[in-house]
């Protein structure tokens, strides 16, 4: 059974740092693309970071050059290194999962965690 568990949320200030972690369950995702999502109260989800099985990885603007997605070697596990952190990246933080990365940046996750909240506070 397919399956995408977070972990890692919390609460922290302004200017600090959280690595969130996603393992994936189930032989049906080894191949699949794996991603992180946000959604802030009252706005809708979106992608912030992709990372395909060949390492390629792709950041959102909003987040470049604080946020960073990384596998393990067993690619199993995928991480969302988050530094410098602000009050607006508070959100519940999502993984997901689907056959390309580019279903994941249009809309198609085929598979869901089911979120860590993070909350920075200034």
């Known amino acids: 059974q397919a399956q995408l568990m977070e972990s890692g949320g919390g609460s922290v200030q302004a200017g600090e740092s959280l690595t969130l972690s996603c393992v994936r369950s189930g032989s049906r995702l080894s191949s699949y693309c794996m991603g992180w999502f946000r959604e802030a109260p009252g706005e809708e989800r979106v992608p912030i970071a992709t990372?395909?099985?060949?390492?390629?990885?792709i950041i959102a603007d909003a987040v470049k050059g604080r946020f960073s997605a990384s596998r393990d070697n067993g690619k199993t596990t995928l991480y969302l290194r988050m530094n410098g952190l602000r009050p607006e990246d508070t959100a519940m933080y999502y993984c997901?999962?689907?056959?390309?990365?580019?279903?994941?940046?249009?809309?198609?996750?085929?598979?869901w965690g089911q979120g860590t909240q993070v909350t920075v506070s200034s």
């Open positions: 997901g999962a689907s056959l390309t990365c580019e279903r994941l940046w249009t809309g198609y996750t085929d598979f």
């Open positions: 990372h395909d099985t060949d390492g390629h990885t």
